[in-house]
Structure formats: structure tokens, C-alpha cells
């Protein structure tokens, strides 16, 4: 980085184009300037990417807790217990049910509005910028925002339901056994979140649309939804699997909205592996168990990655 | 640090010399300031819960410190749920980040067992604390001090739940008569848990929907301690001693927890899954005839510090001059988490940390400081029990520091052993979904089943040696 | 964009009159939008108001004492801190990754390999490296400090910024670099003299991105902090207590927190679709 930083200043005089040699620093830089630039960014990227993993690797076959420091070789103790905790699997159950109704329905939806919003509107842009808000906003934010909508007492859920019951309703959304009420919070606020960030490419993706495919269909007389199914969402496709492929990222390291709206909560109803690895971290500081479970978790994404980058392009 | 570590005994010396002079005439309070001058320009850092609490050293007790002694204190404010993890974690790192700890006095074991804590004898004895100790309440001083036979911890907060009641409905002469016909027996603040169903049910039928009989704090993270209570209360043990296999899911622990299911009949709808915010806003409101929570509702019911922006969130209270304060049914309230003041071990300015501990918890400064209307530490001492300030602070003030006195004499240990929050979540857990219409015994079952399995993880013995430390502390059982 | 066609295929549908589809679009958007009004109307209410059961719609007597509390108690301080870290943090994120998103599109450097570890590293959960990160920096002194949140956040957001700016680069005409090189720029005068110039509505809607994920991160802020450089989620995170919730300040600190971010968007709204969908659509 120094070195490309400073080759500008050694410059002036020199034309590598020009007959005269040039300076021999200035060579290297030059016959090495692709490296040199994207030196700093890989070095960055090392140490705060790789540290980590190696870290948990090693710690990960030690034992090391809030009580004992015993750095010898435990072979996969860690593992062993790791995955004989039903917390763990029940977490992975629970981040796996938020995926899976979560993308659809964000996806779903998002596609209905951008079908709302294809034509010419007054104020389309507008509508647009307006529909943006949440999924700019702080994911904590947009918990806590829920979680006072879903105040049983203080909040505006509880009393909308209640006009429609016609008797005043006192749903424990957040604080309850029944997961239907606590999941469904959960929902709400993710979906409520991501669905204009899928809207908004989704709308893009349609408005790409090649009319004359569209024209052909017209010609042979095909209904709107089969035009829709048969030309539209295999053009479109492409762009539906990177906005998945993102957002399902996202979602398997969820944290932030359950953080604010339950912690996990009640028990462990909602737990979700991000949070299952921050109290087993944090707040049980049982160190060489997260090791494990971060480990786990950075092969077992890393390899989804793999399979994914090769089917998904994104950005090409 | 080296330094500090020889410095103890140097110093020892240095005041068993001065301890023959006249130095008595010094309070605990004026000790700690003058030997804490030799500090002066130096920074302490202090944790504290984030938001009301925090208040107490930011505008109040740190600032007067700082005049007295020129030590800059600062505060470094922490969400309650995350207090734990963060002293933890700043310990393990090293960082050495934090002077002096505000701690949970349950957490006593994990915290010394991770040497987080530094042992205070040797200052307590050198800075002449002692007698000073002796003035916190008892149930206080002996159990949520020390760890073995050490002292790590000056309590500072006599939390204890307290039992409110809504002395003119109480004493009103037709809910008198209506009751004690229905019942047989007077209407008065309920001695057992059938009483408060009966007295409770009493008023829902006769007031709801405007009052309810009661309501209780039912939230996760908070709910384990009126189980504890009434199950210790009802004869309850936590462990077998022997084979320290879990007895939650005793018959006696099934009957508890089958009626506090069955309380739930006579409350607001929805209290299932109240908080402490929900049970002081129905109380405040007027909604309630009865509640159990800590002391600070005894203060914001007669409106003492409502003039306070720190309080301006609190609605207004519609019940001032209407409280009367009793022990919860049974008689042994639980004491229900509070606040010590700890050294940390990595501190770089240990002393220094530990003279503002002792100047914070001293007679006079605590006098001011659990009198503070937006703090939430509560009286912890008998001379703040029997302060003439304070009794003079709303009419029936007196009353109110006789029965949280009366707390902090028979008020009930919470359960205190390695890894006390897997227990207490799981109990949780198990709380929850009896409360929400699962079937109590199988719940108990389940997470008795779950505490063997987190006591063989920590190993048993290390257990047993931990819970018989708390077991024989005097308040741990009735 | 590139093309000019016709008229939208999509015109010939005519399903929906333009009213009913209007009334739709206002009825939605209010459903949207419904939660913030309601986080930022909670910031102007009285304290019965905050606590009032059935809650209130409408402040009243609409007041500004919550945010009068958050600067007197010294609590804006929070957005101060996020304006420079994620602020710094973009900037050199910018810095470095463009010029290692150069090297990637025109020279290939490392093939594909190297592009997908560093797509890679930004999916990886932050929890998985947060606590190892937290001893590190333990071990350095970086903790609470400016610096330790500007050198995470900027590892954080590289991969991002490199993806993005990768596209935008192949994007500017390689012809404009080769005469430049042949007018006698070095190699690294070409890069800041023609191609950051070209390629500036990209660098400008990647750097947004980049603020607002600096900007709304919250569990590196939560573990990496102590009081020095709370970030604004963090201090929303303080008052949540067990004995009290602090709506209003929670709606006020929100929507200080909000608002640039906004602003920002409104700004941009033409450059975020490539920037949200990580270049999969030019928008």
C-alpha cells in the first residue's frame, strides 16, 4: 500500500511509454501494481476473517469455560456435546422455520406489489422511496418498533384486533406458549423489513422484461397467467435467485429483530442459531463449546456458499 | 500488578499503627475519603444497570465523589441482561476495563469460581469497615456478602418483594362484612396463598372489570422467584443433599405450581404473561386491590419524586395515601435479585475502587442514596429502616420501612450455585408453560430432568460443594 | 436505461383501472409505513400518553422533552459516534476495496477463486467471528475505540464494496484507460484520474450501501463497545431495562437514527436497486 501511495509522487518524469527506462522502483510497482492494489483489501480481509476461524478451530478442541481454562487436547468433546445439546438442533429448527416461511412470503409479496407498482402511477417514485423505509432502518430498530406494535397493552395490534372482535383483545404476542403468537410476531417484522428490498428488484426484473417475448405470446393467444408463468418468471428468474440467494443469507444468521423482540424467548421457543451461539458465548461463556458451534457453522455455510456462487451469478 | 499486591500488607501495617490514635471519631464514609485523596486525579470506572439506576452515580454520588477526593468516576451503563455477560467477558479479555462491579449478590459463586472478584477482608479491615457492616440488615450482610468464608460483596440494595394492598378497599366496612361472611375469617393482607386466591377472587367478583384482585409479575426471567419462594416456603428442597438429584418436581413443587395456575383466575386478562411494567401500571391505575413486587411502588404510589423528569415515564398514580405494605403471603418473601458492589480482580486502581464502594455503601452516603426518588436501590440497612428522614417522607413511610425491615429479616435467599441461570431458565421454562395451560407435573418433570443433566455437565461435586455453601446460609430454607 | 424501447411491454395489460391501482398503492404504503409513524409518533408523546391503555393514535400536545432529554443526558452523543464510524469506516472501505475491485475486473488478479473467498467472507454470520474478534481486540486495546469499530467495519463491508465496484469498473471503457496510459498516466494515475471519475455513480451507490450496513449494525457495536462509542442501535438496546422500557427515548433515539439514513435514500433512490440486489440488476 505505501509503496503504491508512493509511486505517484516518484512519477512525474516517468513515462513507461517513453524511450527512457524507467526508475527501477517504479518498475516493480508497475509490473506489480495488480497485486499492490488489492494487497490491503486481502490483508484486512485475512486478519480480521481468518483469525477467527482458526481461532475457534483450535479453541474448539480444547475446554475452556467460564470455570476451567484446560488448553490440552480434548479431541471432539466439544462436538460430541455440541451436538447432543437439543438446544442446537432445536436452533437450527427454528432459524430453518424462519427461512422458509419468511422467503416465500417476502417473495410473494414482493412480487404483488411490484406488479401493483409496474404501470405508470402518480408519485410512483415516491410510493417507492416511501415503501423503502423499513429495509433501510436498523434491524434492532425495526424489532423494537414491533415489539411496542405487539404490546399487549400499550400497543396497536391488540387494540385493531380488538374493533374487529368487537371486545377488547389482550394477545401476549411476544410473552406466550404458543408459538403460533410468538413465530408470528417474528414474521410480521422480518417480512414486514425485507419485503420492499424484494419488491424493489423484483420491480426492476420486470420492468427488464423483453416485450418482444411478450408479443409473441400475445399472438398466440395465451391467458395472463400462463404468460406470467411461462415468459415472465423464467425471465425474471435469475434475478428471484440472487434476491433469495441474499436474503436467505441473511436470514440463517438472523439476529437482531429476535434480539429486540423475544432474546430467544420464552425458554428457548425462539431461539435461532446466531442466538443459541451468543448466550452459549456471552452469557454461559462456555468459550470451547461456541468454538465448536462456530465452526460448524462457518464449514457448513462455507460449503452452501460454494454450491450456491456456482448456481447463483450474482452481479455478472 | 505486583505493586498491588505488596501494597495491602505495607498499608496494614500503616494503620494498625493509626488505629491506636484517635482515628474513631472518623466515620466509615470520612475514612474512605481521606485515604482515597492519595488518588486524587485518577479515573475509576463503575459498572451500574443502564438507565434509572445509573442515574444515582452520574448526577448524584459520583459527582460528590470526585469533590471530596478528586478521583474522576466513571460510569459505564449496562442493560441488565447483558451485565453479566459483560463482566465476564471484560475479565477474560483482561482488559481490565472496570474498577468497581455492580453484581447480582446470586452470581457470587460463578463470578469468584472465574476470579472475577477481588476479596475485601484485608480492605474492609484496614479502611475499618467492619462495624460498619454490621449495620446492613442481616439477611443481607451474612448472604449476599461473602463466598466461603470471604467477603466479595457489599450489598447495596435491599431488594425483598413486598406485598401491597389497597388499604380503602381493605378497610372498607361493607367489603368487610360481605367478605368475612362469605369466608369466615376477616378481610386483611393474606397470611397464606388460599387466602390471597380467596380475598383475590372476592374482589373480581365483586369490582371487575375496573379492579381486579391481583396481579403478578409473571415474566420470564423474573417468574422463578415467586416459585422459589413458595416452594421453599411450602418445604420445598431444590436438591437431595446426597445425591444432589433436582426436587423441583416434587409433589410439593407440582401443588405449588398447580395454584399459582390457579391464581391466575382471579387477575386481569392477559396477566399471564405480565411484567413488572404491566402489574405498577394496573397498580398505579387503580386496577388492583393487591400485587407483589419490589419496594420502589411503595414510594411512586404516594407520588414521592413525581416532580422528577427521571421519572417523568411513570403514569401518575391514582392509589397515593391508599397503600398499605405486608409481607407476602407465607412470610418469607423472596429476596429477588438486588445489587453488591464488587472490586474487580484486573482492576489497575483496586483500592481506589474499593474506597468508593465503601464510601457509596457507607451510613450516611447510602442514607441519601436509597433515598434518591428516581434510584431504584432500596433501604438494605437498620438505620435506614429506622431513619427519621425517611419515615417523614409520605404519611405512612414509617409502615413502609417497618415492613420492608420486617423483609429483611425473614426474606428468603435466591438459589445461588454454579451456573444459577441455566437452572433458573429452565424452571422458567417449565413456569411458562404451566401457566399457559400445560400440565404442571410434566413440566416440573421436564425440567428436573434438564437440571440433572446442566449439575452432571458442571460436575457433581463442584455442585454440591457450591449449593451447601448456600444451602447452610441462614435465609436459604425457612 | 442502455436501450430505448417503444412502450413497456407491461402497458398492454389492462387489467386494473389507474384509480383502483392508485388507491392500492396509498392503501399499502400506509400499511407500511404504519409501524414507523408509530415508533416516530411514540417520540413526540407524553409520558401518560406512552402509557396510556387504549394506546393513543395522535399526540396530542405533540413534545419535543424526549429529545431535549437525549441531548441533556448527552445520549445524541451515540448518533455522533455512527456518523464517524460508519462514516470513516465507508470512506476507506471505498478506498481499498476499489482499487482491489480494479485489480480483480481488469487484471483477473487471483481468477475466480479469489472473488468468491472474498464474496464469502461477507456471508459469514458475525456471530461466528464476533467473540474470537472481541479477544483480539481485547489483546490490542481496541475495544471502545474509535479505531476498533472503523478497522471491523471496514473488513466487513470490503467484500461488499470489491463485488459491486468490481461490476462498475467493467463497466468504464477500456479504451479511455488504454489512452490514457498511452498520454503517460502510470498505472495508479489512470486509476485515480480516470477510472474513480468514471465510475462515480457506482462508487456514490456503493458507498451508501456501505454507510447504512455500518450504519445499522448491531451486534459487533454491541459486543465492541462499552460507553466511549456506543453506536445508535446500541444505545436504543439500553433502554430496554427489567423494570422499565423507555418508549419514548426508544422512539426519539430511533428516529435520530433514522432520519439520515432517510434522507440519504431519498436521495439515492435511483441507484439502490443495482446496490440492493448486490449488481444482479443494473436497476
Redesign the interface.
Known sequence: MSR?AA??AA?PG?????PDAPPAL?LW??RH???L??A???L??L???L???V??LIVSFQKIN??VEDTSFQGFDNYA?LFGDDRFWESILHTGAITVIALPLELVLGLL?AW???????GR?V???????????????AG???R??FD?????IN?IL?WIAGE?Q???WL????PFTVYGAILVCEV?QW???MF??L?????????S???AA?IDGAS?WRVFRRIVLPAIR??VL??LT?RG?DL??L??IV??LT?G????MTET??VF??VK?????D?ST??AL?FV??VS??IM??VL?RRV???R | MPRGRTAIPVMAAATAIAAALPAHAQTAAERAVEAAQQYSGSTITITYEAGLQALDPLNFSGPMWEELTGIEVEVIEIPINELFTKTIAEHRAGTGAYDLLNIVPAWLPDLVEAGVLEPLDAYVDEHGYRDSLQDIAGVYRDNQMTYGDEIYALPDDGDVFVLYYRTDLFGDAEHQAAFEEAHGYPLAPPETWDQFYEISQYFTEALAPETYGSALIHAPGLIHYLFEERFRIAGGRFFDEESMDAQIDSDIGVAVLEDMVRQLDNMPPGAAGWGPIEVLNAWLAGELAMQIWWPPPGRWSEGYGAEQEALSWLPETTVAGDVGYALTPGGRPELAAGFALSVAANSDNKEAAYLFAQWLNSEEISLQRVMLPFALRDPFRTSHFESEEYRGLWPSAGDYLDTLKLGAETGLLDLSIIDTFSYEESLTRAITSALAGGDPRSALEDAAEEWDTITEEIGVDDQREAYSIWAAKPNAYP | MSRRRPQPWYTTRQGWTGAARLAGAIVVTIVFLFPIYWLFATAFKTPEEVFASPPVWFPQTPTLETFAVLFRDGDVSAVWNSIVIAGVSTVVAMFLGTIAAYSLARFRTGGDHLVIWIISQRMIPPIAVVFPIFLLFAGLGLIDTYLGLILLYTAFNLPYVIWMMRGYVEDVPRELEESALVDGLTRWQVLIKVVFPMARTGLFATAVFTFIFAWNEFIFALVLTRTEVLTFPVQVSHYFGQQQTFWAKIGAMSVLGALPVFVVVAMAQKLLVRGLSMGAVKG
Open positions: 503504491a509511486h505517484p512519477s516517468d513515462r513507461s511509454a517513453g517504479g510497482v508497475d501494481f495488480r497485486r492494489i488489492v490491503p483489501a486481502v484486512v480481509l486478519l480480521i476473517g483469525f477467527p476461524v481461532y475457534s467460564r470455570r456435546r406489489l401493483l407498482f409496474l404501470e405508470k402511477l402518480p417514485q410510493f417507492v422511496a416511501l415503501l423503502l423505509m423499513p429495509a433501510v432502518m436498523a434491524p434492532f430498530v423494537a418498533i414491533w411496542l406494535m399487549n397493552i400499550f400497543g396497536p387494540q380488538g377488547p389482550n394477545v401476549m410473552v406466550n406458549n404458543d414486514w419485503t420492499p428490498f424493489l428488484i420491480l426492476a426484473a420486470l420492468s427488464n422484461v423483453d416485450r417475448l411478450l408479443e400475445e395472463g435469475p434475478v440472487v434476491a441474499i443469507l440463517i444468521r439476529f437482531d434480539w429486540a432474546r424467548g420464552p425458554g428457548n442459531v446466531s451461539a451468543y458465548g456471552f452469557e454461559r461463556f468459550i461456541t468454538a462456530t457453522v462457518i455455510l462455507s456458499l460454494f456462487l451469478e450474482i452481479g
